[in-house]
């Protein structure tokens, strides 16, 4: 059974950047995709960004398009880990940030249902 831990996450000026981290641990191989998710207070959790962890799409990154530009995610598979990079905040991306990780397919990969494991989530707040 996969176990997600995320860490990295702050309280950050406007234009400020952030590096949130998420280390997987008992049975990555297992899964075929990792991805970042965020729920902001009295709104649905939403799509952020995934990465393949395996297979033939092996390293291929997939983002919502609001934060392209913004957001870079990536992975380091021998520590097991993945990361989301995420410059000039802005005071919409306050949220609480999950990582995930599970086997979605393609239609799927960008819904809460595609991911069977969750971390606890890291609070991001962007405020003056």
């Known amino acids: 059974q996969v176990q997600l831990v995320e860490s990295g996450g702050d309280l950050v000026q406007p234009g400020g950047s952030l590096r949130l981290s998420c280390v997987a641990s008992?049975?990555?191989?297992?899964?075929?995709?990792m991805g970042w998710f965020r729920q902001a207070p009295g709104k649905e959790r939403e799509f952020v960004a995934a990465?393949?962890?395996?297979?033939?799409?092996?390293?291929?990154?997939y983002y919502e398009d609001s934060v392209k530009g913004r957001f870079s995610i990536s992975r380091d598979r021998a520590k097991g880990a993945m990361y989301l990079q995420i410059d000039n905040l802005k005071p919409e991306d306050t949220a609480v940030y999950y990582c995930?990780?599970?086997?979605?397919?393609?239609?799927?990969?960008?819904?809460?249902?595609?991911?069977?494991?969750w971390g606890q989530g890291t609070q991001v707040t962007v405020s003056s």
């Open positions: 008992g049975g990555a191989s297992s899964i075929n995709a």
């Open positions: 995930a990780a599970g086997r979605p397919i393609l239609s799927t990969l960008r819904t809460v249902r595609g991911y069977t494991t």
């Open positions: 990465i393949r962890w395996s297979g033939g799409s092996y390293g291929n990154t």
